[in-house]
């Protein structure tokens, strides 16, 4: 970006506006790990999650006219990849919200030594949709449970609740992760 734009972000927002393939393949460039990280957070496969991301940067470069300097420019598009997930997945899978407590899934764990060798995405990959897509737009996206609930059409009730059974349902795998490396550490 150096050699190209100086170090300007204005300057390489100006280019993508004046739609400049040299600054979109820098702003691509930049970004598409980035990106492409947020999308597996919401879709599990990396291929599907993949076609999020390109559709993503199709819209990105489409729209970059409607952003209005409001903001960062990485905040804007990031936005735009996490709508793309929430379309793809509301599009191809069917997703059910349950709107009450089952006291059945409290599950009493244990707390055991904790190691810290594991994945976060690997926990989020076991994670229903429904509970990964709650979980990753309050806890990594900053969502409101309104703007949870606006967003996907449901009430706030249930996007507070499938946040707690997130949160409930990745202890219980953490935990389990844990207690399976310890046993492998201990058959060693």
């Not at 702003?27 to 999650?49: G, M, R, T």
């Not at 690997?122 to 309050?138: G, S």
Request: proline share 2%.
């Amino acid at each position: 970006m150096k050699l190209l734009f100086g170090n300007k972000k204005e300057d390489l927002l100006g280019r993508l506006k004046k739609q400049d393939p040299a600054a979109q393949k820098v702003f691509y460039e930049q970004n598409v790990k980035k990106f492409l990280s947020v999308a597996k957070s919401y879709v599990s496969d990396l291929y599907q999650a993949e076609d999020c991301v390109i559709k993503a940067f199709c819209k990105i470069f489409k729209h970059i006219e409607s952003f209005r300097g409001e903001g960062n420019l990485e905040g804007w598009a990031r936005r735009i990849v996490v709508n793309e997930c929430l379309n793809f997945i509301k599009s191809h899978k069917t997703v059910f919200y349950i709107d009450d407590i089952n006291p059945s899934f409290m599950i009493e764990v244990p707390e055991e030594e904790v190691i810290f060798d594991f994945s976060a995405q690997d926990l989020l990959d076991q994670l229903p949709d429904a509970y990964r897509m709650v979980f990753n737009l309050y806890v990594l996206e900053g969502y409101s449970h309104q703007e949870i609930a606006d967003t996907l059409k449901i009430s706030t009730a249930v996007s507070k609740t499938q946040l707690f059974r997130a949160k409930e349902k990745l202890r219980v795998l953490y935990l389990q992760q844990q207690k399976t490396m310890k046993n492998e550490h201990i058959q060693r």
